[in-house]
């Protein structure tokens, strides 16, 4: 049964108790609009399509988000140094632009207006991450924190915009020849032994900097990666190029193969991509660089390929399957003659 009652001057409160369903209760301006809620609540109930709405109307986005910031993100995201991972980016600029709203209020036409909005100031990529943040943040609160969304998660059902196009930045030989060149000649004597890591390797910079020593095995010419991006562990092969450079490496006090920071790391790198006269190239390039060659290779599948690389899912490697294709069309062309 329902019950309304008059609270204070200019409120009314209705309340709505039916066996089997939680108590209902929710305060109105106007006693029609009070009357109107109990009705269609009352009638949900018995049609047995009641939703509970309550948890959703009473928590913002931003409340939300906050909870996932400090209950669920510390244990699935991995920490840097600097405290700038971009799950914390995401989340800031998401409870700024919709953190006002309820959970309740959120749909696919609101979800779909900040897409539209965003992507007029930044790229595909940077929203297609930020929309799956978004998502993220209403499973958690459905499935951790136990609130019904009335409106399912909306974030599933809109358009998404397209994946920015993989960068494909690889330098020519002279490029090559003059990076070498600047690597060796700087002050930053770990610059140039991390540059031949990072290609012999296709390490990320992250899981580079992080690499031990007694995580290197030079009798099985493999280095233990610990820290990695997907939160794996998984066996890198060291080429005996690579074996090379980390013979010429002094065992740090610190224990780590390359010692320095990754801001540190970054300036100096940049500082010899400028003095070589190489623009657009960054560090990640390299690990692109170090994939494509061990793809021309022609000798290698695209599983053991993953395995090096440490991808989750082969999709990320198909461009480099057209490297592969390339090689075997010339091993045939070879037998041919």
Known sequence: MATIRKRGDFQWEAQVRRKGFPSQSKTFNTRSDADLWAATTESEMGRGVFI??????????????DRFTSEFAPHHYKPRDDGKEAWRYQC???????GKFSLAALDQKLVAEYRDK??????????????????????????????????GNPVEKIRK??????????LTDDEWEMLVEECRKSRNLHLW???????????RQGELLALTWKNIDKKRSIAFLKDTKNGEERAVPLSPAALS????????IVGKVIPVERMTLFHVFQAACGRAG??????????????????ERGDMTVLELAAVSGHKTLQMLKRYTHLQAEKLA?????NIR
Do not use: Y
């Open 118 to 151: 965003r992507l007029g100031v930044v790229g595909n990529s940077t929203v297609r991450k930020e929309l799956f943040m978004l998502s993220k943040i209403l499973k958690f609160a459905e499935i951790e924190c136990a609130i019904t969304l009335p409106r």
């Open 330 to 334: 010339a091993k045939l062309a070879m």
């Open 278 to 295: 190489i623009e657009d190239f960054t560090w990640h390039d390299l690990r692109h660089e170090a994939l494509s060659r061990l793809a």
């Open 92 to 98: 800031g600029h998401l409870k700024g632009a919709i």
């Open 52 to 65: 509970d709405r309550s948890d959703a109307e009473r928590n913002t986005i931003a409340e939300i988000i």
């Open 245 to 252: 450079v980390l013979d010429t490496l002094p065992v740090s």
């Open 193 to 203: 032994p991390a540059v031949q890591l990072a290609v012999e390797t296709g390490m």
């Open 161 to 170: 915009p397209s994946e920015g196009k993989s960068r494909d930045r690889r």
